[in-house]
């Protein structure tokens, strides 16, 4: 089983920039579609964005389309997200996920993160 862990969260002011890393135990990592999905206090888990093996197919959430890219290093097991133009909306628990398959819900994964906290000041 794969171990991820998330870093790079935080408090930004709108319209500010993080940067998310999700680092995987396993070489493997090459191997897996990757995702992003976050949880908003009393909402439920929601699809952000998704990455190839290779990076070749990539798919954002319509309110995260343009602002937010993923990317992933296969050669250091690392996947990225890097987020522009923040808006307090976007503040949520961000986690990392590994899939076989290809989709934009749960059900496509496998492994998750621990999360790790965004927080997006107006």
């Known amino acids: 089983q794969v171990q991820l862990v998330e870093s790079g969260g935080g408090l930004v002011q709108t319209g500010g920039s993080l940067r998310l890393s999700c680092v995987a135990s396993s070489v493997a990592f090459k191997n897996y579609n990757m995702y992003w999905f976050r949880q908003a206090p009393g909402k439920e888990r929601e699809f952000v964005a998704a990455?190839?093996?290779?990076?070749?197919?990539?798919i954002y959430a319509d309110s995260v389309k343009g602002r937010f890219t993923i990317s992933r290093d296969n050669a250091k097991n690392t996947l990225y997200l890097q987020m522009d133009s923040l808006k307090p909306e976007d503040t949520a628990v961000y986690y990392c996920?590994?899939?076989?398959?290809?989709?934009?819900?749960?059900?496509?994964?496998?492994?998750w993160g621990q999360g790790t906290q965004v927080t997006v000041s107006s």
């Open positions: 990455l190839s093996t290779l990076g070749y197919r990539q």
């Open positions: 996920a590994a899939g076989m398959t290809w989709g934009t819900t749960p059900s496509a994964v496998f492994a």
